[in-house]
């Protein structure tokens, strides 16, 4: 996605206001996006159409670039649609919270029972695990291997009890034995089956459970909204759990089942492993689905950072080719601000390629050096670097504690970043190139 960021970027370089027409190349690039994540069709469009209402005819002026605009709101929207704050696990006020895994086989519930009891044993609770799956050849077992391992207990009346049997004395046994939560692993099927959907409903009459999470595979695609949609309206769910966030989906799964069941996404999972489990993050969540890594911590510090109106005056200095070491100094200043140079680098598209590029210092400590003897200059010397000769030269490197060699590399670099900012001169502002050149 990065490049073609990139490409809505540099065509909607100097607009004033964004227009319709601005607003729908944008989310045509935003919508190939979200379905490449393998979000819902029909989540994708009703999403799109939020986002057009609310970027047409929006104020660019002031800020970071037009296109970096809609990508923010495009992320805003993104982020409260998938629930804004972080959604907790429900704690009854008559324990045992009981919480009733379910989804389909292989989607991860058992493996994610026993990281949810993890964690909750790391909040000193007491767990108590019932294993619920009576058909799965060794499902009981794998439960009871979790459990040894991370050390919580597990229920089991066999293979030869109903599972409605099981939840209820799993219940009773975890009220005798001051268990504050009561984690029932089910089955689950290849699809979605009547007899399936009734078991897991008799269960829920029995015991009453808290939550009943759903437990989803990441990786499922598009088929995740029928799959959410169907337990969802059989089971009315509290929550979902996205297991296999470690492969490499981006994760669009998050954002359908969302929209569709309304239901909290409590948790990910992001590998095999017992404490692969995090509480969600929905703007985390955006961000990967966008496909834009920081990017977007990027644009946020940017729009704090850079004054958009002292930007357009530099860029017009460059092109002037009026650009001098008080604006480099300048420069230097706003650029600091929005952290240390290699990172800031690496979160620029593009610019990881310069990174590499011969004479191109990314150290912050050689900034202090440069800006030791930017200020060693007298006004004029900034303003017209051309009359910086040999023993001026010898001054400033006497003044900022440097050396001679090191005032001479630094004009030369001054001299062909001009040079070099006229070519780029698009990039941080509007107008000029833009960011293709890269
Ligand atoms: P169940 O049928 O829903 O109980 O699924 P299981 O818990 O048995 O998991 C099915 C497979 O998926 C197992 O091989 C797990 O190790 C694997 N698995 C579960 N969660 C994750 C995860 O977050 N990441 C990865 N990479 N594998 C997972
Ligand atoms: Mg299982």
Known sequence: LASRLQNVFSKLKGKGRLSEEDVNEALREVRLALLEADVNFKVVKDFIAKIRE????????????????????????????????????????????????????????????????????????????????????????????????????????????????????????????????????????????????????????????????????????????????????QLELTGVILTKLDGDTRGGAALSVRAVTGCPIKFVATGEKVDALEPFYPDRMASRILGMGDMLSLIEKAQENIDADKAKELELKMRNNEFTFEDFLEQLEQVKKLGPLDQLLDMMPGMNKLKGAKDLKVDDKQMARTVAIVKSMTTQEKRKPEILNASRRKRLALGSGTSVQEVNRLIKQFDDMRKMMKQFSGMMGSGGKGMKGL
């Open 54 to 233: 609310k970027a047409v005819g929006l104020d660019v002026t002031k800020s970071f670039t037009p296109g970096m605009l809609v990508i923010d709101i495009v992320n805003k929207e993104l982020t409260a649609l998938m629930g804004e704050t972080q959604s907790k696990l429900a704690r009854s006020n008559k324990p045992p919270t009981v919480i009733m895994m379910v989804g389909l086989q292989g989607a991860g519930k058992t493996t994610t029972t026993g990281k949810l009891a993890k964690l909750l044993q790391k909040q000193n609770h007491r767990p108590l695990l019932v294993a619920g799956d009576i058909y799965r050849p060794a499902a009981i077992k794998q439960l009871q291997v979790l459990g040894e391992q991370i050390k919580v207990p597990v229920f089991t009346l066999g293979d030869q009890v109903s599972p409605v049997a099981i939840a209820k004395a799993g219940l009773q046994h975890a009220k005798d034995n001051g268990h504050d939560y009561l984690i029932i692993d089910t089955a689950g099927r290849l699809h979605i089956d009547e007899e399936l959907m009734e078991e897991l409903a008799n269960i829920r009459k029995e015991v009453d459970p808290d939550e009943i999470l759903l437990v989803i595979d990441a990786m499922t695609g598009q088929d995740a909204v029928n799959v959410a949609d169907n337990f969802n309206k």
